[in-house]
């Protein structure tokens, strides 16, 4: 098996859904990469793509060059010498397959949610912590590197307007329904529901921007088989005032909206999809503008960032598999709180 040193590492993407094209797309802009394999166990992804879920940009094409094809992710790991794998697998996979590649010595950058619970995160990180060969694991919590959120992340940190006063994040979509085969995403036992797979991108943006919070009060919405189809939660992370919604139950007609609202003391910042200024800031003197953002969405940006890891270049630190551990965690508690109705606080 290959160790990290190579100069050009060798890319492997398991699960060639909606996500896997995604990662496939922006694995071959990366320079010092290259994809060598690609596995799913439905063949026809390769022929007919799956036409994409709630964000456009997965990669459409059907000429993989000289990428090898497989419908079996051991023999893929046993044959094609990889540095690295995207493992964009339905989510109870996450784990049983993170932790056979990183014990192969093969580096993984595993989709978000990292399992289903936060006890089964621990077992992947257990793995990456005795990693042979170096290997690593990152969590694809793309909002880190959106350059929207990238944006707001500065703010907060440096103070610029003053401190955070209150934050509100919201993610409605309408159900998903884009994978092939049956729909395991409306399944709460293997994708988490809205809660896990949706909302945790904004439960993650609260953990990044403020630290784990003390504790969470939620309320939800279920439908008549009693799967949660909206979530709202207030964080108490000892200061700003930071609540988050998440919605599966969007008509088509609406569609996908992320958004947030953040109120410093000399500021608001807005971000809304569906304005024409999608982000403004509103500063207590002077106009109101549009900030310049770095072009392109996060999902290329955070492979960007697990490649120099790989590389050993120096890079700040913008995730850890601790803390998208955490970040189950805290949906964890507020699927808890959703249920019964009562504040859950969130031990160490
Ligand atoms: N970061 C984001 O913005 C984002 C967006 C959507 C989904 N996701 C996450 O990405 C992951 C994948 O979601 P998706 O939308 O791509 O799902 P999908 O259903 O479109 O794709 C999953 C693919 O995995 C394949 N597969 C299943 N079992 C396999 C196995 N044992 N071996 C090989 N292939 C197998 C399926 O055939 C399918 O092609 C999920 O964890 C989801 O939560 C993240």
Redesign the pocket.
């Known amino acids: 098996m290959a160790t990290t040193k190579k100069a050009v590492k060798r890319v492997g993407i ?9 990662h496939y797309g922006n694995w071959k802009k990366m320079k010092g990469a290259q994809v060598v394999a690609l ?4 063949l026809s ?1 390769f022929t007919a793509p ?1 036409t994409g ?3 456009a940009g997965a990669d459409a094409t059907t000429d993989f060059g000289e990428a090898r094809i497989y ?3 051991d023999r893929m790991l046993a044959e094609a010498d990889l540095d690295v794998i995207s493992l ?4 109870p ?2 784990v049983p ?1 993170t932790v056979k590649a990183i014990e192969a010595g093969v580096s993984v950058l595993c ?3 990292m399992a289903l619970h936060a006890a089964d995160c621990n077992k992947m990180i257990q793995a990456a912590r005795k990693a042979p060969r170096g290997a690593q694991l990152m969590v ?3 909002l880190r590197f959106w350059p929207s959120y990238v944006f707001l992340k500065k703010l907060v940190d440096s103070q610029k307007y003053g401190r955070v006063l209150a934050a509100s994040f919201r993610r409605f979509s309408a159900p ?1 329904g ?4 049956t729909n ?2 409306a399944d709460e036992a293997k ?1 988490g529901g809205v809660a896990l ?1 949706l909302h945790i ?1 904004d439960t993650d943006m609260v953990n990044f921007l403020f630290g784990m919070p003390r504790a969470v009060t939620s309320t939800a919405a279920f439908g008549k088989g009693g799967e949660m189809l909206y979530i709202s939660t207030l964080y108490d992370v000892g200061g700003p005032a930071v609540t988050a919604e998440g919605s599966w139950a969007m008509t088509q007609t609406m569609g996908f909206e992320a958004s947030y609202v953040v109120t410093f003391e000399k500021a608001v910042v807005l971000l809304d999809g569906k304005r024409e200024k999608p982000l403004c800031v509103y500063p207590a003197k002077g106009e109101a503008f549009v900030p310049e953002l770095a072009p392109g969405e996060g ?1 290329e940006y955070e492979i960007q960032w697990f490649l120099d890891v790989l590389n050993g270049k120096k890079v700040p630190s913008i995730i850890t598999p601790e803390q998208s551990r955490d970040s189950v965690k805290i949906v964890d508690a507020e699927r808890k709180s959703a249920k019964t109705g009562k504040t859950v606080k969130i031990g160490k």
Not at 14 to 22: H, I, L, P, S
Request: glycine share 12%.
């Open positions: 398991v699960g060639f859904g909606f996500m896997g094209r995604m596995c799913d166990k439905d992804q799956t879920g709630n964000i419908d079996d992710f964009t697998l339905p989510t996979l996450h397959l989709e978000k949610p694809a919590h793309c998903p884009w994978q092939k085969g395991w995403f994708s797979d991108h999902y």
